[in-house]
């Protein structure tokens, strides 16, 4: 293994120290040095692959010391590690040619986390081609200045021609493309990368010395990823270049997930043995990523007012709540095999289920021209007693079947009644879609079955779903009734049982419907301890609408330390509530947890509320987090009416 040799040139010992402690700890070889003479001495001496440098040194500044440097190649190894923040001397610095800039007026743990990930970023670097396409070789030399010290592989075209050939034959990750060229512009060679499915999703930044508005809109209308006007800002050019690197890179990152899954169902039945950490280990990577996309669209969707985008932002939603679903019924499948599947039953409003679950597919049935029917019954109870979560997770399986099979200008069918004998409550679902033959009636509801192998082919789908519901209505001791003949659509029947409601449960179900809604805004602070940059900051968003103030963690020790310093000291605000991921580096969730507690107890310290809020979405997890000292239990992705509930309790 090669190591990485990393120059630390700081007079201050204690500065010193925690930086190369830190790097030491991530397994670099460092080397300590506190002036400028020792500096040039030791670079002399060795070859580094990093050198991190403070511009005042007792012997002369480190100016001195870049210029000392004899090639650009080593002056792209240096990090400017300094607490001076003049705007001039920065750019000034940055045209020098060094890798980074990052200011000392941060906190420690911020610096030396900010250090790592941009040496883990320039180490993933060396794999990422970029290319540049322009017809100005001054300006093509411009950006290879600004983007080498980042030790990106740069390929270069003179001409749109040029570039496409380059992308059919070399594998790119971002292109830098610019507007006005001669023979084909940008814009026709990003309309011709877009029609081409094998280069299509590669991410653009169009480059122009034009920022008329309306040539910004149509360029981003045609597909570019984000706009940068000539002559550009070396920070704000590397800036765009990481982010649309970083999306990029996630979204294959997902794909190959989502395709490991897809394979994985194959073999499911064979692996009966690895089955359960697969799926564990797949549910929490999958939800962590969409916790954050479904979060920031509802974000967006609250303050977008184009139309158009609105569409866009719903779509992208619908998508992630069907991954979601799946995700969902795969989990669900695996417990109900292996027999650890529990039905929570509580008592709750017929109506109001009824009424949710209408509101939330008419939109859907409206936009496809669907006439859509409904009716209760006057005779079914109000209320009923079993498990809401999984009679939701039916319906609307059944619901996104009609929806998927029943064509334009149709009709679907929603009742509720009470059976003949008075003992089951029935659901209906009906449609006028394809039907199914009654020979294959039995057939769809096994599992990764459709009626007709030409069903995936021209309706998509899984097979889990209806296999599913079935299994649940099972365990809610119903059962699910087919009616239905090919091309005459089908009816789906759902059967639940009523269930003697005591007189006590009634009582608290009636006293928490006349409850006056709880408050949505909050005078408290709280902890936040989290891993994933990106949850990190869509809960900071959701905590300032609710006017909660509050506190970063990245680990279960960073969460020990922030409560330690919280509690004892006396003048400041202390936490009221812990939000604790599970899943994460050095220390996870519960290990923090118990370490809390048993503070707690042993400085005899007010109890603290600690709230999982965690990917970690199987069965037994609930119970674990609940025994290792922790209050309250979400998953994600965040409801965020249900962590305003969990605010309204302990908040």
């Known amino acids: 293994m090669i190591e990485t040799k990393i120059l630390v040139i700081e007079d201050s010992q204690i500065f010193n120290k925690a930086v190369s402690e830190f790097l030491e700890k991530q397994g670099y070889v460092v080397t300590r040095v506190f002036n400028l003479h020792d500096a040039k001495e030791a670079h002399k001496a060795g070859d580094f692959n990093y050198i991190i440098l403070d511009i005042i040194l007792p012997d002369g500044e480190g100016d001195e010391f870049i210029e000392y440097l004899p090639t650009q190649k080593e002056r792209s190894k240096v990090i400017v590690l300094t607490a001076d923040d003049d705007v001039q001397r920065r750019e000034y610095i940055f045209q020098m040619g060094v890798l980074d800039y990052i200011s000392k007026m941060n906190p420690l743990n911020l610096i030396l986390e900010d250090t790592k990930k941009l040496i883990d970023s320039v180490e993933r670097n060396k794999s990422l081609n970029l290319l540049i396409v ?15 010290p980042k030790k990106y592989n740069i390929k270069e075209a003179r001409s749109a021609e040029v570039g496409l050939a380059i992308l059919k034959s070399e594998e790119i990750h971002l292109v830098l493309l610019d507007y006005e060229m001669p023979k084909m512009n940008g814009l026709q060679m990003l309309e011709k990368m877009k029609r081409d499915p094998k280069i299509a999703k590669i991410p653009v930044l169009m480059l ?14 045609h597909g570019a990823n984000d706009f940068i006007s000539k002559p550009f800002v070396n920070e704000e050019l590397l800036l765009k270049c990481n982010i649309q690197l970083e999306n990029y890179l996630n979204i294959q990152d997902m794909q190959q997930k989502e395709e490991a899954l897809q394979e994985a169902l194959i073999k499911v039945t064979k692996m009966e043995k690895f089955k359960s950490m697969f799926l564990a280990n797949m549910s929490h990577e999958i939800r962590t990523p969409i916790n954050a996309i479904l979060g ?5 969707e609250e303050s977008e007012e184009d139309a158009k985008k609105l569409s866009y932002l719903q779509t992208i939603k619908a998508s992630g709540d069907l991954l979601i679903n799946l995700i969902n019924d795969i989990l669900d499948n695996s417990k109900i095999e292996s027999g650890k599947l529990s039905i929570h039953r509580e008592v709750f409003s017929l109506s109001e289920l009824y009424n949710s679950i209408a509101s939330l597919y ?3 049935i409206q936009k496809k021209n669907i006439e859509f029917v409904k009716n209760i019954d006057k005779n079914v109870p109000k209320y009923l007693k079993s498990d809401l979560v999984r009679i939701k997770q039916i319906l609307t399986n059944l619901f996104s079947n009609a929806l998927k099979f029943t064509p334009e200008n149709g009709k679907i069918s929603f009742y509720l009644e009470l059976s ?4 089951y409550v029935k659901f209906i679902v009906k449609d006028t879609g394809i039907g199914i033959d009654p020979s294959n009636h039995r057939k769809i509801f096994q599992l990764f079955t459709q009626a007709e192998e030409t069903t995936t082919k021209n309706f998509g789908g899984t097979g889990l779903g209806l296999s599913i519901s079935s299994k649940l209505a099972t365990l ?3 059962k699910i009734e087919l009616e239905s003949q090919l091309n005459k659509g089908a009816s789906f029947i759902v059967y639940v049982p009523i269930i003697n409601i005591e007189e006590e449960e009634l009582q608290e179900i009636e006293k928490e419907n006349k409850t006056v809604d709880g408050k949505s805004s909050f005078d408290s602070k709280v902890l936040l301890v989290e891993d994933n940059l990106t949850n990190q900051m869509y809960m900071s968003i959701i905590l300032e609408e609710l006017g909660i103030s509050f506190d970063i963690a990245g680990d279960g020790y960073e969460a020990l330390d922030a409560y330690t310093l919280n509690v004892l000291d006396p003048e400041t605000q202390k936490y009221a509530l812990i939000l604790m991921d599970e899943n994460m580096p050095n220390m996870n969730g519960s290990e923090a947890t118990k370490h809390i507690r048993a503070l707690e107890e042993d400085q005899e310290l007010y109890h603290t509320p600690i709230v999982a809020l965690t990917a970690n979405a199987l069965e037994g997890d609930r119970e674990r987090f609940l025994a290792a000292g922790m209050d309250e239990y979400l998953t994600k992705p965040i409801n965020k009416e249900r962590l305003i509930e969990v605010f309204n309790l302990y908040l």
């Not at 122009?208 to 209308?221: D, M």
């Not at 920031?296 to 967006?300: G, R, S, W």
């Open 362 to 364: 008419e939109p859907m």
């Open 420 to 423: 003949e004998d008075e003992e």
């Open 208 to 221: 122009s010395g034009v920022t008329n508005p309306e040539i910004v809109s149509k360029v981003l209308k």
């Open 296 to 300: 920031f669209v509802d974000i967006l």
């Open 134 to 148: 322009d017809d100005s070789s001054f300006v093509r030399r411009l950006l290879k200045k600004v983007l080498t």
């Open 476 to 478: 809610l001791d119903g």
